[in-house]
């Protein structure tokens, strides 16, 4: 059963922190030549801080993440995780990431429990045999989202907040540092909605990095300590949330109708 108290657990461990934790400098990225789908993209993300990542259907928000995911090979620029480049970052398990549902193939035969104990790969040896470490990790974190009843559920019976919870529940057990939500907002109800700024705020606390991206601007305000403004396919505006997140700078990105979020 979900409710307000499901994360009102053990803290989570503390992450490691200095430097940047995060840093996309002067990026270009393409899917086919000539069109470029973010231009001069630059984000800094310190420890212990989250991030929301706001702009309109299509601007490049998803595409910001999966370069950060070294999915997607930038023309130019750079992408640092932890000192590293992205693809050594995840080798060593730092970076969880939720994708956006509609970049899932939902008619993939996995339960819930499969999908959470993937986030432990990258901690297990090559014959992916999980430790009782492995095991406890993964069934806290699904305790955590709520989803301990739908453990041996196919990911496709799922309702879509309940596949928002099974990936979030991954992405807890993998305990990388930086952490990556493609609209995790989306299509949930307003009590998991809270669970899961809860879950963002004690990894904040934890000291780990957490970028955001959501369509839900009324809710910005309460947990982002950062806000990035995506637009014109590039990030437009980044910085302290009460410095960015105005309806002046809201009116550049989405014009009259969303800057009432910001007053
Ligand atoms: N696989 C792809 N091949 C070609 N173009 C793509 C592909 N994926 C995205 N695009 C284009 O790149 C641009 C940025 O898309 P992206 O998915 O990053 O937007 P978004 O900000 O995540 O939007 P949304 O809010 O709808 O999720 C869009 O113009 C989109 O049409
Ligand atoms: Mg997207």
């Not at 940047?20 to 993300?45: H, I, W």
């Not at 730092?94 to 959470?116: G, I, K, L, M, T």
């Not at 529940?169 to 700024?197: C, H, K, N, S, Y």
């Amino acid at each position: 059963m979900l409710n307000a108290h499901t994360s009102a657990r053990a803290p989570f461990p503390q992450a490691h922190s200095s430097g940047p934790s995060l840093k996309v400098e002067r990026v270009n990225v393409a899917y086919s030549e000539g069109k470029l789908a973010l231009r001069d993209a630059s984000l800094t993300l310190e420890h212990g801080s989250i991030c929301g990542l706001i702009g309109l259907n299509g601007s490049g928000k998803s595409t910001l993440f999966k370069t950060i995911m070294g999915f997607l090979n930038p023309l130019s620029g750079t992408v640092t995780v932890l000192g590293r480049s992205s693809r050594e970052a995840q080798k060593a398990g730092q970076v969880s990431y939720v994708p956006q549902s509609e970049e899932v193939d939902w008619n993939f035969p996995v339960s819930v429990w499969d999908v959470v104990l993937m986030g432990r790969y990258g901690h297990m040896n090559r014959l992916r045999i999980p430790k009782k470490q492995d095991l406890e990790i993964a069934r806290d974190s699904l305790e955590r989202v709520g989803m301990t009843a739908f453990k041996d559920r196919q990911i496709g019976e799922l309702s879509g907040g309940q596949r928002k919870r099974a990936f979030l529940a991954r992405a807890l057990a993998q305990q990388g540092q930086v952490m990556l939500l493609d609209e995790p907002f989306g299509g949930v109800d307003a009590t998991t909605e809270e669970v899961i700024i809860r879950l963002l705020t004690e990894l904040k606390n934890a000291g780990h990095t957490v970028l955001i991206s959501t369509h839900d601007l009324d809710s910005v305000r309460s947990f982002c300590d950062t806000v990035a403004l995506i637009a014109g396919r590039t990030v437009l505006e980044y910085g302290p949330t009460e410095q960015v997140f105005t309806p002046d700078n809201l009116m550049r990105v989405f014009g009259g109708a969303a800057s009432h979020a910001a007053s």
